[in-house]
C-alpha cells in the first residue's frame, strides 16, 4: 500500500465496500423501491487529536478517478458575479455556447440577494441541483446570502476561477473531485462514490481520497484513529482501525511494577 497510508489494507475495505452496496440494494428491494435512488457514500476519518486553528469553510478539493457527478440525471447550478442583473444573460450565453455539460442553471448573485431570500426558497434550490459552483470572487458573500441549510448538506459552492475564457474546463475540474472540510471536532466527513458505482469505482475513490485527504491533515496517518465507509443512514462499516500503542501500555504496566516494589 502507499507510504503515505502505512498499515491500511485494501483487502479490508474492499470487503467493506461489497457489504455496504449489497446494504443499499437490499433495503431499495424491501421497499421496493423501483426509482432505486442513487445514494451518497461517505468516508469518515475519526482523529486522534483535533487539528488546531481557525476552521476553514473554504472546501478543499480532492481528485476522484470517477466523478461523483457524472451520471445521467446529474445536474449542476452555476452562480455568477453581476451587477443588477447586468452578466447574468452574458454568463448563460457563455454556458450555452461553450456546451458546458450538466450545467442547467445559471444564477446572478443580484437574484441570489432577491429570489431566494426566504428560507423556504433557499431549502429548495438547495435540493433541486446536485453540485453548486460559483465565481471564486464572490465566495465570501454566499454564506449569509445562502444560509443554513448548504452547510448542514455540504453543498455550499465550488469556487471556480471564472475570469479566464475556458469555463469549460474550470467546471469540469470542479466536477471530477470531492471536497474536505475542515471542522472544529475530531472528525472528517467526505463524499467519496455512489450507490450506482460498481464495487471496483466505489473502491478506487476510497483509495484516492483517503491518499489525498492525507495531505491536509496535521501529522497526516499518524493522526489518524479510524476511517468508516457510511451512507446518510446506514451504520460505518470500518476500513482501518488502529490498535492502541501496545508500547506504551508496557511501559506504563513496568512503571507501575517499579513503584509496587
Not at 501529522?219 to 488502529?242: D, F, G, H, M, R
Request: charged share 30%.
Amino acid at each position: 500500500m502507499s507510504s503515505s497510508l502505512p498499515g491500511f489494507q485494501v483487502d479490508q475495505a474492499k470487503k467493506a465496500v461489497a457489504a455496504l452496496l449489497k446494504y443499499i440494494g437490499k433495503q431499495h428491494e424491501d421497499a421496493n423501491d423501483l426509482l432505486e435512488e442513487d445514494e451518497m457514500i461517505y468516508l469518515l476519518i475519526a482523529l486522534k487529536k483535533i487539528p488546531q486553528g481557525p476552521r476553514k469553510d473554504k472546501p478543499i478539493r480532492l481528485p476522484v478517478p470517477h466523478s461523483l457527478y457524472d451520471f445521467d440525471g446529474a445536474e449542476v447550478c452555476l452562480i455568477v458575479k453581476d451587477h443588477k442583473g447586468e452578466g447574468h444573460k452574458a454568463a448563460k450565453e457563455r454556458v450555452k455556447q461553450q456546451q458546458i455539460a450538466k450545467v442547467s442553471k445559471v444564477i446572478g448573485l443580484s437574484k441570489l440577494k432577491t429570489k431566494y431570500e426566504p428560507h423556504e426558497a433557499k431549502r429548495q434550490l438547495c435540493g433541486a441541483y446536485d453540485l453548486f459552483v460559483a465565481d471564486e470572487r464572490i465566495i465570501p458573500s454566499l454564506p449569509k446570502l445562502l444560509g443554513k441549510t448548504f452547510f448542514k448538506k455540504k453543498k455550499q459552492p465550488i469556487p471556480v476561477d471564472l475570469r479566464g475564457s475556458d469555463w469549460a474546463a474550470q467546471i469540469q475540474k470542479a466536477r471530477n473531485a470531492t471536497y474536505m472540510y475542515t471542522s472544529a471536532g475530531s472528525s472528517i466527513n467526505i463524499r467519496v462514490a455512489r450507490s450506482s458505482f460498481t464495487d471496483k469505482q466505489c473502491l478506487e475513490n476510497v483509495v484516492k481520497v483517503l491518499a489525498e485527504a492525507m495531505k491536509h491533515i496535521p501529522k497526516k496517518w499518524a493522526n489518524v484513529q479510524a476511517v468508516y465507509l457510511k451512507t446518510a443512514e446506514s451504520v460505518s462499516l470500518p476500513i482501518y482501525q488502529q490498535l492502541p500503542d501496545q508500547t506504551l501500555r508496557i511501559k506504563g504496566a513496568k512503571a507501575a511494577q517499579v513503584e509496587a516494589t
